[in-house]
């Protein structure tokens, strides 16, 4: 038990099957990190670093972030609480890489324990919210596609804040009745948002996500106060020390593993923002199905779940939670459960 | 697995080495609810209820709580965050049965695992801090026989707040200059806390917890703003929605099972008192083995620690974490570890 834990990396290339549109900007070619975490047991744990350009992180910085990492790794996976402190301790920032890392201990950890991570945590897969499908900026007839192509879908969430709000919702409810959840990703003005909130009313929108800047608490405050449906954050909100400030001006928090950094501190955001008894919110980037399995055990804890990341890809690699209509099914094997996808 | 779990109880009549009292009154029998849950094989996970009386609770209560409970067990004990809301669903209050239920949870879910409960959620114990040892109230003769007794352990903790605090005090440290920490129980006004605050710094005290009635949290603003050292609440703060209003009146929280109702509860305090920037510690009631090794799984993740109470007792059925000179010694065992005592 005393040989460091190895790590392996590899880049992902990962395609998506239509160029998706946020209101930052548009993705076509998406790199992640493969990580291999191996015990001198040779037991395998596998994680997923999802590189966010926004927070100055590429693919390059995710494997010179790995490099540090791999230098503090301990020689048993168990020791999840103190390596994820000495990773902090060798190199702050680099969260999509701590957090791929993370994923790989906990799968390694639940291999060695031979049950799936979210039953060694104690949850039950069965109460995990329906999730949504993500519709990106586009054209009025490519949005019309795109949600024919979503039919199985019960809940669809779409991208705002391009400059063609209105044509965009009018192009979805053309199509459907379905439950629309908006995200504006950071793209509106307080004056904007207000305006909106009527119009997302008028068009049956149950849940807006994000709509200002992510430090303007003011103005979230102000926006949270005249919606009549929940304000959730998720570019305001990286770590569990950032709820408080963020309890009492919105209504809740969307996690993501490539903002937080691990599991570990996705569940302590779950408990922090409970404690102000704000709503919880679990997402996921552009991403293979190892990063959406390791965000889907913690989803039995939350109230909104957003984990379609895999589902936008032409081709994934991995096969592991899976969305069907919607519905997250959690891999029962052990650790993530994640298998390579065989050849079809 | 579909024959729910099933509940066995027992009362302990448990016996301290002296007559201990605090602010509130004196203990001398200790009755506490020895719980043993059996799953469909046979395998047992042993938790303990500690009754507080302050809090409504008898372990008459307790057994009738256990009733209630006992019939909205799962079958499986791995489904740990949905039996908890279960719980409270059937009956609320009763934390310290709930608490008691908890332990035996996990202490089953651990030994099915075959790793000890603070293994599983990768936690080291090497990280534990040293615990203190309590001194109750008593007149200074008895004092300071009972620090020569307590001779191994290098941090006391006293309670004052009985109307002798300054007579304690000096008895103390005619005997000892070792590090001390406070404990008034609610039993000071702000006035009288605010006058103590340069009499504690004279006399070496480095910790200050519960000066003021639990719900005074101005009070407690108060003596913080006052106090060179760390105000710690404890009657204060019961579960991880206490957190948030605690916050920037007082330094830190003590964490009991007997007060959160649950080993994930206790956690959560944790993770909700980090997001706050608070400490953290874990404390403890007059309890056997059983009740302080469940509260030790936790104790890896906080700066203070008070796990005495099976210490202070004349016998303790059960081996479980042990005191060595303060040093919290937890059992490398599946789930708690804990065994019963042979008798010597």
Redesign the interface.
Known sequence: MNQRLQIETEILTLRTRHPFRIARGEHEDIRTVLIRVKDADGRVGLGEATPQLVYGETPESVLSALEVYGEVLPSDP?????TERRLLGALSGNASARAGLSTALHDL?GKH???PTW??????PA?IPVSTFTIGIDTPEVIRKKVREASEYPVLKVKLGGGNDLEILTAIREETDRELRVDANCGWTVKQAVRMLPVLEEYGVTVLEQPLPASDLNGLATVTRHARIPVIVDESCHV??D??RL?GCVDGVNIKLAKCGSL?EA??VV??A????LMVMVGCMIESSIGITAMAQVA??VDLVDLDGAALLAHDPYVGATLDAGCVELPTGPGLGITERTPS
Chains 1, 2 share one sequence.
């Open positions: 168990f020791d999840l609480e103190e950890v324990l031979g049950v039953k060694s945590w104690g949850l039950d109460t569990a020390a709820v408080p309890a570990r569940v302590r408990h922090a409970r404690a102000h008894h039995p804890l």
